[in-house]
């Protein structure tokens, strides 16, 4: 019972951590792309490319890509890289066992992360869209980067060469809390190292990116939505013809 209770207590503790190391930073908004076949087509492209060598998706087959306006020709040809059958799932080639070897722990399944991270400081994609635009060189990490949204992370910057290589800037404040002292506030990226793309064009290939892993977590959102507009239409009919009903039936009681 003991042992039971310290493990329980080492695991809130850990979540804590974990918790507490997210915070601070503030959330962009992400731009909604949901709606955009074309941005999802090229989030789903740069997924395979970059995420999908460590990162699996298992509760997503290629062929629900044909949701987004792909073929199973395009698929075939363009996405399909650790299966040669479009009903498979998205998975790796790497096995947990090596993963953790490698890089101490093995990493998530990113099937639904967009709405895992979703919390009080904003929506799962407005994480994701921070998180990826924050990286920046840090030579006393094990990876050799860092990041604000999510400090001491240890993935490494796996868009780096789209982006190009960044370093953070901090300057000394005065602490409004305690009089006579100073916090180290970060106060811009300063660029070292161009990337393949500009730093507008890296934006939008990482709304991209944002918009297919929000896709990829509730591919039938679109329809829900759609559907959801029409049952609210529906009740406000039904609740007018309810109401006149309702009328009709007590107007001779006094």
Known sequence: MNKLFRLL?????????????EEGFQLEKAPDRSGDLAALQNGAKLFVNYCLSCHSASSMRFNRLHDIGLTDDQIKQNLLFTTDKVGETMKVAMNSKDAKEWFGAAPPDLSVIARAKSSERGA???????????????????????????????????????????????????????????????????????????????????????????????PAQTTRKKLGVWVLLFLAVFMVIAWRLNASFWKDVK
Not at 12 to 19: Q, S
């Open 9 to 21: 207590a080492l695991s809130l503790l850990l979540l804590a951590a974990g918790a507490r190391a």
């Open 124 to 218: 799962g994609a407005d994480y994701i869209y921070t998180y990826l635009r924050t990286y920046y060189r840090d030579e006393t990490r094990p990876t050799g980067w860092n990041n604000l949204a999510y400090p001491n992370s240890a993935m490494p910057h796996v868009l780096w060469e789209l982006q190009g290589t960044n370093i953070a800037k901090y300057e000394d404040k005065a602490n409004p809390h305690e009089e006579g002292k100073t916090i180290h506030e970060f106060e811009k990226f300063e660029s070292v190292k161009p990337g393949k793309l500009s730093q507008a064009d890296y934006d939008v290939a990482v709304a991209d990116l944002t918009a297919f892993l929000g896709y990829m977590a509730e």
